[in-house]
């Protein structure tokens, strides 16, 4: 019998159950019709966010996310997991069982992200579970994106598309001709980085004897190619390359540097000894040659002078300690040590600075300067002076020197000459100006008093008188002069 609709109210409202909720197990339906709702609430949120076409979301087992099927599915896996394990935290720790009216979760507060007792939940914390994640399948790169690596492209735009750092690829170029027509058109542009690439892709895909014969026609192509393999240290192929052209200079100067990697200073002087006998030229000859020489003569003053080191025989190994080996140091370093440790020692021994100096064709100055420098540095003032003393053929003596006296006070002034030793040299220098400056720099007060009376200066004089301490010497050295009633001062 049909009741009314009255009727069914009073019913409900005076019957002792109550009205169906979300917790009810046993109702599948009502389950099944929330997990519909909270799918259709999570595909809106991702259909919001996503501008681009829509895409298919599946599950794992390849089901579309949100169909009848899907959610009867979903909703049978979560009454299997809730009889397993709880597949969340339960509120209540503190009790072993939990009734289900008691717990502050269910199927719409999950999807939903908060319990009913008010404690909020992450919205990502809900998608945890694997079932609950959506995929779409890769996209494939449009055609379009490819189009400028697999193009067939000509020589020539293929140059063009190299010179703005496009992509191209030069395998497709298999015959000669259009590796050559490549390579006029990468000159032709005047870019030598792209000059570059097709060299090393002419290098890796042609014989060297083609490649050799095609370079010689094309110069500024090979100078790239040159400047590429000293750069890459390919030495073995840049011989090649010499060998073809006919450069054996070329080829003698590459296989000389190859006494670089030699540590052994015995092997490294067979090996320059063997250089000897290679086509240089004859500037190139000598330098070897003298290399060679140097090393050998190294060699012997190392093993002398370390011995004398060891056995304590010489003192000035004792005061002053060599601080590194002879070996392989350049000729003015050597001609210094020699000028430092054996100065003294007769022209006809190794050692001789003397001996280095003729034998190696050092120039005056240069042989000057290193000399002055090591006995300086050793305050051998005596040794010092000597360089500088010349006689002429009537027998006088004069300080002479190929440097000008201004670098030669520098030079001692480093070496912490007493101002005795820089006097005498101040007052060597030509200009009247640059004495006085030098002079005053380096309280040399007799040059500034003697240079002020010849120039006949009273003022200045008088100035200067000022500037000396009280009572000394030199303040009553300017006293005299300023009495002395032959002097005709100008002012």
Request: hydrophobic share 35%; aromatic share 10%.
């Amino acid at each position: 019998m049909m009741k009314s609709k009255t009727d069914e109210e009073d019913y409900w409202n005076s019957s002792k159950f109550k009205a169906f909720t979300f917790d009810d197990e046993d109702d599948e339906f009502s389950r099944l019709k929330e997990s519909k709702q909270a799918v259709n609430s999570i595909r809106r949120l991702v259909e919001e966010d996503d501008d681009e076409e829509d895409v298919e979301k599946i599950s794992w087992s390849g089901e579309p996310v949100g169909s009848i099927s899907w959610s009867v599915n979903e909703t049978a896996a979560s009454n299997q997991r809730t009889d397993r394990e709880p597949a969340f935290p339960k509120i209540n720790t503190d009790t072993s069982t939990t009734s289900k009216s008691q717990s502050g979760y269910s199927l719409s507060s999950l999807f939903k992200g908060k319990t009913k007792g008010g404690n909020f939940q992450q919205f990502t914390d809900s998608l945890t579970d694997s079932s609950l994640r959506l995929y779409a399948p890769e996209l494939r790169k449009p055609k379009s994106e490819y189009k400028d690596y697999i193009s067939d492209w000509s020589p020539e735009e293929t140059v063009q598309r190299m010179q703005h750092g496009k992509a191209v690829s030069l395998e497709k170029f298999r015959s000669l001709q259009d590796k050559l027509l490549l390579l006029d058109f990468s000159v032709s542009a005047n870019d030598g980085n792209v000059i570059t690439a097709v060299l090393i892709y002419l290098k890796r895909t042609l014989s060297k004897e083609v490649l050799f014969r095609e370079l010689q026609s094309r110069q500024t192509a090979l100078r790239h190619l040159i400047c590429y393999l000293r750069e890459s240290r390919d030495h073995r192929l840049l011989q090649e390359l010499f060998r073809a052209l006919g450069r054996t200079e070329d080829v003698a100067l590459l296989q000389y540097k190859e006494h670089l990697s030699i540590a052994d200073e015995n092997k490294r002087r067979d090996f320059l000894k063997s250089c000897l006998s290679l086509p240089f030229s004859p500037e190139d000859f000598s330098l070897v040659q003298d290399h060679y020489t140097l090393l050998e003569r190294q060699i012997i003053i190392e093993a002398t002078d370390r011995q004398a080191e060891r056995g304590g025989k010489l003192e000035i190994f004792q005061k002053f300690p060599r601080k590194a080996s002879i070996l392989n140091m350049p000729l003015i370093t050597t001609l210094y040590y020699c000028c430092f440790y054996h100065y003294s020692e007769a022209e006809g021994t190794f050692s001789s600075p003397l001996n280095v100096r003729q034998t190696f064709k050092i120039s005056e100055k240069q042989f000057f300067v290193t000399a002055l420098a090591a006995r300086a540095k050793l305050k051998a003032w005596s040794d010092v002076d000597a360089l500088f003393t010349s006689r002429n053929w009537l027998g006088f003596t004069k300080k002479k020197s190929p440097l000008s006296f201004q670098r030669v006070v520098d030079v001692l002034q480093k070496n912490s000459a007493p101002t005795q030793v820089l006097q005498d040299y101040v007052a060597l220098v030509d200009d009247a100006e640059l004495r006085i400056t030098l002079a005053q720099k380096h309280k040399c007060h007799d040059i500034v008093i003697n240079t002020y009376r010849d120039l006949k200066d009273r003022q200045q004089l008088l100035g200067y008188r000022g500037k000396v301490e009280r009572g000394s010497a030199e303040e009553r050295k300017i006293d005299e002069l300023l009495t002395n009633q032959q002097i005709r001062w100008k002012n």
